[in-house]
């Protein structure tokens, strides 16, 4: 009998082992030197012309400076408490791609990860445990590699365990250990469905297999998850949690960037809307009873693609914009309070803000 069991305990050590092929050898980590940004609940970045970053936090109405010429950050990831930061730093300019590694700032230590040329689409699951992302191997752009997952406590890398191809970067956290994402699996062939895939077991499944269109976007909120799904003359957002699948909002064109607010079950958005030709911010509530509310008009005139959204524990909306008479890449921040539906101009002078939390 305890021969059986040590057996099945090995059995299953080794394909524990065998589910992920994992790598440490271009992960390094060192003491933080210097001053550190005290990042808080809300952060802009602001990427400069001179090839770095400034970064302000984002309270009380105001953005205050907190740090200068961080190195030149294009994504950034926070933690739910806040205790772990993930940035894609830019290290140079390749022909086809850019050059980058990945920052990891944990417990007064800094963690590289550089086992790529280029890695975008950094996602951080709530705990600060696990980061996906995609990368390159080379400055070429069929080198596209798995989608890899880095485990912070392991400190190793490891590609995710399937056949599927994954489409861009629809891929979300939807708690600490699962996946989901959105492709064609090469050996079934089939249409594209969305996965889920656990990174501690390396068990996937179907999540949704009755796409009506291309999933394009996806969004954590309720357990599941709203979706941004288009048949090229179609387009609708569909939110799907527990086996129940519907449509919440059916006249969007085109969707830019969108977050959930956990206060009022509702999801904030950026986009085109049918039949319209300027892009705006819009509220839409998970019921779907009362259709897209439109935030703002004229000020700021624009949302623009490159706006990102972010939300406060108070329920306060973030977002970039674009003021009338400013070029595509002058944004500016702004704030939006649901109670009053007031939109304030935060910022003093424009830049290129991105916006995290």
Same mark, same amino acid.
């Given at each position: 009998m305890k021969k059986r069991c040590l057996a099945r305990n090995a059995a299953a050590l080794v394909l524990a082992i065998s589910l992920m092929t994992a790598c440490s050898s271009s992960v390094k980590e060192t003491a933080v030197s210097g001053p550190f940004p005290k990042y808080t609940e809300v952060t802009a970045v602001e990427s400069l012309g001179s090839g770095y970053s400034d970064v302000y936090s984002v309270e009380d109405g105001n953005l205050? &400076?907190? @740090?200068?010429?961080? +190195?030149? /950050?294009?994504? %950034?990831? #926070? !933690?739910? &408490? +806040?205790? /772990?930061?993930?940035?894609? /730093? #830019?290290? !140079?300019k390749g022909q086809n791609l850019e050059g980058n590694v990945i920052r990891i700032y944990r417990n007064g230590r800094l963690m590289t990860v550089d086992d790529f040329f280029s890695a975008s689409d950094i996602k951080m699951n709530a705990s600060g445990t696990r980061l996906a992302y995609r990368s390159y191997s080379k400055d070429s752009l069929d080198s596209v590699q798995k989608l890899k997952v880095f485990d912070l406590e392991t400190k190793e890398w490891s590609e995710i365990k399937s056949d599927v191809r994954i489409s861009g970067s629809v891929y979300c956290w939807i708690d600490d250990e699962n996946l989901l994402y959105y492709g064609s699996n090469q050996k079934t062939g089939g249409t594209a469905k969305i996965y889920k895939y656990n990174t501690a077991t390396g068990k996937e499944e179907v999540y949704l297999?009755?796409?009506?269109?291309?999933?394009? &976007? %996806?969004?954590?909120?309720?357990? +599941?998850?709203?979706?941004?799904? *288009? *048949?090229g003359t179609e387009s609708s957002l569909r939110f799907v949690d527990s086996g129940t699948d519907r449509t919440v909002a059916s006249d969007i064109s085109d969707l830019y960037s969108a977050v959930y607010s956990p206060g009022t079950k509702e999801i904030y958005l950026s986009g085109? %809307?049918? @039949? $319209?030709?300027e892009d705006a911010l819009y509220i839409v509530d998970l019921e779907g009873a009362e259709g897209l509310k439109r935030v703002n008009y004229d000020f700021p005139k624009l949302v623009g693609s490159d706006s990102t959204l972010t939300l406060d524990k108070a329920g306060h909306l973030y977002? *970039?914009?674009?003021?009338?008479?400013?070029?595509?890449?002058?944004? $500016? /921040?702004?704030?939006? $309070?649901?109670?009053? #539906?007031?939109?304030?101009l935060l910022s003093s002078e424009s830049g290129y803000y991105r916006l995290y939390q």
């Open positions: 205050y &400076k907190i @740090g200068s010429k961080i +190195g030149y /950050v294009t994504e %950034m990831q #926070r !933690s739910s &408490k +806040g205790d /772990v930061i993930a940035q894609l /730093v #830019r290290t !140079s297999d009755n796409l009506k269109g291309f999933c394009m &976007k %996806m969004i954590p909120a309720e357990g +599941g998850i709203a979706y941004f799904e *288009t *048949t085109v %809307m049918a @039949g $319209d030709t977002f *970039t914009g674009i003021l009338e008479g400013k070029a595509a890449g002058e944004l $500016d /921040v702004f704030s939006y $309070d649901q109670g009053s #539906r007031t939109v304030s």
